[in-house]
């Protein structure tokens, strides 16, 4: 009995292709035709491998990179399952367009193509009825500067992660100095918070077996939650209160997190980022707190 090739995972359909285009070429049929088959091709200067990809339908999909096309699976895997919807691939956006200066220069339009974009569920509204928002994804730049961006935050946690939590509660502290409930809570926080940092080390080092250091962590992180909650109850519409909490959280994720981040950690991203402004030669992260770091996108970032 034959196999239809759209019945084979993704992975094994490209596969799949190739190899019948290889027995082709062996019996004189030339290679299967491709929509890119007209244009030479040239090297990437990333030296990436390009990829395929062939969809339910038969149609092909390549990719730039293993990178991109493994995100691609990966998207389409939370399509199916109802976690994101309505993705597109390399769609194109007007960052800036087109105009005639005061000196009567035209100045071209800033075009900037994102590899995916999607929409996935942000929160609940009062009905709890999901609000769903854009995502714009680069896996390259994406990936790449969030490492960058979090081992630089990582190791210059004394010059810009102290430093600004440091002054955000002294504002904080100034302004809520009459309430010792506050007061309290967040001497708590404090120690709750250096002691997950404190368990987060001897784990780092070796010195705490894992499962051990699993329940350390859950107890911890059940305390935490606990004090925040009373703390937000305490909160309620103080605006300078909830910056520093969120900034709280952003630099414990850090200060908790791996010393060096080697590969791209989806989770720690959507805990750290708030947003990202995409510019033609850099990305801006804004974390969660109020602190700003860009990333430049071109071949000499380092």
Same mark, same amino acid.
């Given at each position: 009995?034959?196999?239809?090739?759209?019945?084979?995972?993704?992975?094994?359909?490209?596969?799949?292709?190739?190899?019948?285009?290889?027995?082709? @070429?062996?019996?004189?049929?030339?290679?299967?035709?491709?929509?890119?088959?007209?244009?030479?091709?040239?090297?990437?200067?990333?030296? /990436?491998?390009?990829?395929?990809?062939?969809?339910?339908?038969?149609?092909?999909?390549?990719?730039?990179?293993?990178?991109?096309?493994?995100?691609?699976?990966?998207?389409?895997?939370?399509?199916?399952?109802?976690?994101?919807?309505?993705?597109?691939?390399?769609? $194109?956006?007007?960052?800036?367009?087109?105009?005639?200066?005061?000196?009567?220069?035209?100045?071209?339009?800033?075009?900037?193509? +994102?590899?995916?974009?999607?929409?996935?569920?942000?929160?609940?509204?009062?009905?709890?009825?999901?609000?769903?928002?854009?995502?714009?994804?680069?896996?390259?730049?994406? +990936?790449?500067?969030?490492?960058?961006?979090? /081992?630089?935050?990582?190791?210059?946690?004394?010059?810009?992660?102290?430093?600004?939590?440091?002054?955000?509660?002294?504002?904080?502290?100034?302004?809520?100095? *009459?309430?010792?409930?506050?007061?309290?809570?967040?001497?708590?926080?404090?120690?709750?918070?250096?002691?997950?940092?404190?368990?987060?080390?001897?784990?780092?080092?070796?010195?705490?077996?894992? *499962?051990?250091?699993?329940?350390?962590?859950?107890?911890?992180?059940?305390?935490?939650?606990?004090?925040?909650?009373?703390?937000?109850?305490?909160?309620?519409?103080?605006?300078?209160?909830?910056?520093?909490?969120?900034?709280?959280?952003?630099? $414990?994720?850090? @200060?908790?997190?791996?010393?060096?981040? $080697? /590969?791209?950690?989806? +989770?720690?991203?959507?805990?750290?980022?708030?947003?990202?402004?995409?510019?033609?030669?850099?990305?801006?992260?804004?974390?969660?707190?109020?602190?700003?770091?860009?990333?430049?996108?071109?071949?000499?970032?380092?």
């Amino acid at each position: 009995m034959g196999i239809d090739v759209k019945d084979l995972p993704p992975a094994y359909q490209a596969q799949a292709l190739r190899k019948w285009a290889e027995q082709e @070429r062996k019996k004189g049929r030339g290679p299967i035709p491709s929509p890119a088959a007209d244009a030479p091709s040239k090297a990437s200067k990333y030296h /990436n491998k390009p990829t395929e990809r062939v969809t339910a339908s038969g149609i092909v999909i390549r990719f730039d990179s293993q990178k991109e096309a493994r995100r691609y699976d990966e998207l389409m895997v939370m399509l199916q399952a109802g976690k994101i919807r309505d993705l597109r691939l390399q769609v $194109d956006f007007t960052l800036q367009e087109a105009y005639t200066d005061n000196a009567g220069k035209r100045v071209r339009a800033i075009r900037y193509k +994102a590899d995916f974009t999607y929409q996935k569920p942000k929160f609940a509204d009062k009905n709890g009825e999901w609000i769903w928002g854009l995502v714009v994804e680069d896996v390259k730049s994406r +990936a790449t500067r969030t490492k960058q961006m979090y /081992n630089k935050l990582r190791l210059h946690d004394g010059i810009i992660l102290r430093p600004a939590l440091g002054q955000m509660e002294a504002l904080e502290t100034a302004v809520q100095r *009459d309430n010792p409930a506050m007061l309290e809570v967040n001497r708590a926080i404090a120690q709750a918070t250096e002691r997950g940092y404190k368990i987060s080390k001897l784990r780092t080092n070796d010195l705490l077996d894992a *499962d051990a250091c699993a329940a350390q962590i859950a107890a911890n992180t059940a305390q935490l939650t606990q004090l925040r909650a009373k703390r937000r109850r305490l909160l309620k519409n103080d605006d300078i209160g909830e910056a520093a909490e969120a900034l709280r959280q952003t630099v $414990d994720a850090i @200060r908790q997190g791996p010393e060096r981040l $080697d /590969n791209f950690d989806e +989770a720690l991203f959507e805990e750290l980022v708030e947003q990202i402004v995409v510019s033609p030669t850099a990305l801006r992260f804004r974390l969660y707190g109020g602190i700003e770091v860009t990333e430049r996108i071109g071949e000499d970032a380092k």
